[in-house]
């Protein structure tokens, strides 16, 4: 129930709309702390509400499949460079992201992540480590701006923000692949 509360708070303050302007000013705060916060607040929220609905996510995502692959595909959604810029232009889309990130992200990431193996785990974290190569390399090195609300400077921000996490996570999969937990037990 206190995460439930922790992530309502959450998710309330970050409606705000002078604080959800503050994190939208800058592209990196809008792409690398809003909407991680967003998918935060639904993880925490989720507690309350998947142990209510138990058994239809016992035969939905009884492995954690489904359920990641839905996380996967919004968070693959929202790094798109034309819907973060009409997040800013069209209410629609703002909504749709106060909605998708909490409830249709940070939800079925809770319920899925426990399931997975270790190594489909990291098999997730590979692919995100690839995505933000792939992002960083594509925000740092487009010639033109990709992002109408923003300026290059803004993009190139996160675009080495994207790099810095993808380095981040390669280092944790060395440190996976390389360590045996047993050994530390």
Excluded at 12 to 21: D, G, H, K, N, V
Excluded at 61 to 82: A, D, Q, S, V
Excluded at 105 to 110: E, Q
């Amino acid at each position: 129930m206190t995460q439930f509360i922790y992530g309502l708070l959450l998710y309330i303050f970050l409606m705000i709309p002078p604080i959800a302007a503050l994190f939208e000013s800058m592209m990196i705060t809008h792409m690398h702390m809003q909407m991680p916060m967003l998918v935060i607040s639904g993880f925490l929220m989720s507690g309350l509400l998947l142990r209510r609905s138990r058994l239809f996510l016992e035969k939905w995502n009884h492995n954690g499949i489904p359920g990641i692959t839905l996380f996967m595909m919004i968070m693959i959604y929202w790094t798109i460079p034309r819907t973060m810029d009409e997040a800013l232009t069209m209410q629609t889309m703002e909504i749709w992201k106060f909605m998708s990130l909490p409830f249709l992200a940070g939800m079925p990431l809770r319920d899925s992540w426990k399931k997975l193996t270790k190594a489909g785990k990291n098999f997730i974290i590979f692919i995100f480590t690839v995505k933000y190569f792939g992002m960083g390399a594509l925000y740092i090195w487009s010639e033109e701006s990709l992002c109408n609300n923003y300026l290059v400077i803004d993009q190139l921000t996160l675009g080495w923000g994207f790099i810095t996490t993808a380095i981040c996570l390669v280092i944790y999969l060395v440190y996976a692949f390389t360590v045996n937990p047993s050994e530390y037990e």
